[in-house]
């Protein structure tokens, strides 16, 4: 064995160990308890059942699913809606501006996510900066409530994922080919039209990415719904939570989190293939 | 020299070796015990301690379930973990002739329905939960009962624990039930009720329900004893109200797990956490309500006398601790999504 693929076994066996050893058994567990039968004398029983998957499908959890798609859905279309022009504008711009604007856009990760969401509620509150500032230049006379508002849930989770839509978008747009959009000009189309047939085709690949890294985290994050505003409805996280935290029913937590995991597994399919289909055809664009 | 040498080995060494036994497992929640507390417990009586902690009851329980032997000696679960892990017989009973510090306790928490006559556990720090208003926008005097949350003049301003046990507890209090219900219709009758209170609700927290009543987000709600008394450092117009129907009292608890190494070391911790010195000590690290009398009367004389932390005997006596409820609570759990995705 030489020394290279002894160092390329093991830089490609160690992560492998680890992800085995921290995230396969602790999932196979998980998908095991999903099977098993809740003791209310303990914990489990080990009798085989599907009972967890039946109850699964109840209208409630339903609703706490359908909660959760509609708070992604719209996170995930505001996001894109922010981060579009903004990637399109960086790189269009000096090199220098650029780069300073990518880093400004890192700095707030280096502060936990939970902090963050605290600082919201610290300039959206009744009493908060924001308030206090619009009261005092008397463009409103009574303190506005954004704080426990869908709009809060939307700002924070949009702002904490922006990046990750503006990343995907950034890389895909930056490979963009000037000279199509150019061609396209000089053969008469308008800028709707180079946007709509050349630019958005193209950049197609960095939309569905950037809308997985976005959709995917909102699907299952919580607390920020909970912090601002007001834990007033269900998410599947909340429903998972409860069924290990409340009525200590590990099976059907278990069940929650392979199906919530199944639909995000077969979201991630859907964009590899779509993925693909984009790709497939800006080759043809080429040709 | 050498003789010295061998006469400091040949003392020393056997009481290395029995010092590896002096040892006491203790499990505890996070931030919960003053740290100088382990180091006196060593110094006086030459047992070491071996802490860890949990975060939730749930965990505490797991854990316990799991270990047959070679456990934890003590551990703080709260009084319907208790209860259960009492009827599982996961607990071992306690000799109150080894806990001579139990009669510096507050009579007042002792012998509760979940643990009658204390056979099993022993409080260490307590509280409630009741109404709290800001004295700002709702006069005091007139709250006087748990059905003042349904008041429409407060529709958007009230606050709810983001708990099923207690806001359910609430409910069930005000119909004139006990908090601890597992009468199925009784459920559903509180869950009725809390249909018709959930447009009011602005915001549900059971983290740090002070907050939104200091951002002016609320103006009624529930919320712990514990924090009215922190927010009063920031804003004294916070006030607490004892409902008529009772408020809701938790306590968290000393208890020797079935699975202990050593049940006189485990009988010796808890008798010197019943210390009034000590039990000061870890009232004034932790911040909340000691369940020593004794250290009580030692603290300073506003936080002794703060209602909201330490009720009179009538407001104890009229609230209720929370107890199991069994296979009831996937009913209560049931209600809760109900209540939460209407």
Known sequence: ?287 | MKKVLVLFLAFFLPLGAFAADREVYVFNWSQYIDPAVLDLFKKETGIEVKYSTFESNEALFAKLKILKKNGYDVAFPSTYFVERMRRLGMLKPLDHAKLPNMKNLNQGLLNKPYDPDNAYSVPYMWGSSAIGVNAKVVDPSTVTSWDDLWNPAYKGKVLLMDDVRDVFAMSLRSLGYSGNETDPARLKEAYKKLLKLKPSVKVFNSDSPKQPFLNNEVVIGQIWGGEVYQANEENPDIKYIYPREGATFWADNMVIPASTRNIDHAHAFIDFMCRPDIAKMNCEYVGYATANAKAQEMLDEKTRNHKAVYPDKADLDRGEFQTDVGEAIMTYEKYWELLKTQ
């Open chain 1, 1 to 287: 064995m030489t020394r290279g693929s002894r160092f390329r076994n093991f830089a490609i066996g160690s992560p492998m160990l680890w992800i085995a050893v921290f995230v396969v058994v602790p999932y196979l567990i998980v998908v095991l308890f999903s099977f098993l039968t809740r003791d209310p004398e303990g914990i489990v029983t080990w009798t085989l059942t599907l009972e967890n998957y039946r109850e699964i499908f109840s209208p409630v959890f339903l609703k706490v699913c359908g909660n959760s798609f509609i708070l992604a859905l719209g996170t995930t279309a505001l996001t894109l809606l922010l981060a579009y022009p903004f990637a399109y504008i960086l790189t269009r711009i000096d090199e220098n501006v650029r780069r300073f604007l990518l880093v400004l856009m890192i700095i707030p990760f280096w502060t936990s996510s939970l902090i963050r969401t605290y600082a919201l509620i610290i300039l959206f509150k009744a009493n908060g900066l924001l308030n206090t500032f619009l009261l005092a230049t008397g463009l409103i006379s009574e303190p506005i409530s954004i704080l426990y508002t869908e709009t809060a849930v939307f700002i924070g989770l949009v702002y904490t994922l922006l990046p990750f839509m503006i990343l995907p978008l950034y890389a895909s747009l930056l490979k963009l080919d000037r000279r199509l959009m150019e061609a396209a000009r000089d053969l008469g189309a308008t800028s709707r039209h180079v946007f709509f047939h050349i630019v958005l085709p193209l950049t197609l690949p960095g939309i569905i990415a950037g809308s997985t890294m976005v959709f995917l985290p909102a699907l299952g994050l919580f607390y920020i719904p909970d912090l601002l505003g007001g834990a007033r409805s269900m998410l599947i996280g909340n429903f998972i939570k409860n069924q290990f935290l409340t009525t200590s029913n590990w099976p059907l937590g278990s069940a929650a989190s392979v199906v919530l995991t199944l639909l995000m597994f077969l979201l991630l399919v859907w964009f590899f293939i779509s993925t693909r289909r984009a790709h497939s055809g800006d080759m043809e664009t080429v040709k």
